[in-house]
């Protein structure tokens, strides 16, 4: 099973265990060429294994870093901030609501 990474850890021991974990995942999924075999062996989706493995042989593949939400530099502060209670307002009255009715 994958390390837990939160927020902000990108110089924490866990995400360093992270990149480790999915860099031998993509490595061995490489080398063995059979990605259910890695997904099941190291306890990952496949789709997770056929990320890394892509990560592993192209470099330049998302080579960038990981970003927050993309969308969020195209509101105002105040609009950000009544959006945001607006939107814990509803998760607070139906918490498992899935789509919008």
Do not use: N
């Not at 994958?2 to 992270?18: I, K, Q």
């Not at 195209?74 to 139906?94: G, K, M, N, S």
Request: charged share 25%; glycine share 8%.
């Amino acid at each position: 099973m994958p390390p837990r990474v939160g927020r902000d850890l990108e110089h924490s021991r866990a995400y360093s265990r992270y990149r480790r974990y999915a860099q031998v995942v993509g490595l061995a999924a490489t080398f063995f060429g059979r990605k259910r075999m890695v997904a099941r062996h190291f306890g990952c989706s496949v789709d997770f294994v056929r990320y890394h493995t892509r990560k592993a042989v192209d470099p330049t593949f998302h080579a960038g870093r990981w970003g927050g939400s993309q969308g969020a530099a195209r509101f105002t502060p105040h609009a950000a901030a009544i959006l945001e209670t607006v939107l814990w307002q509803e998760v607070r009255a139906d918490p498992i609501r899935t789509s919008a009715v």
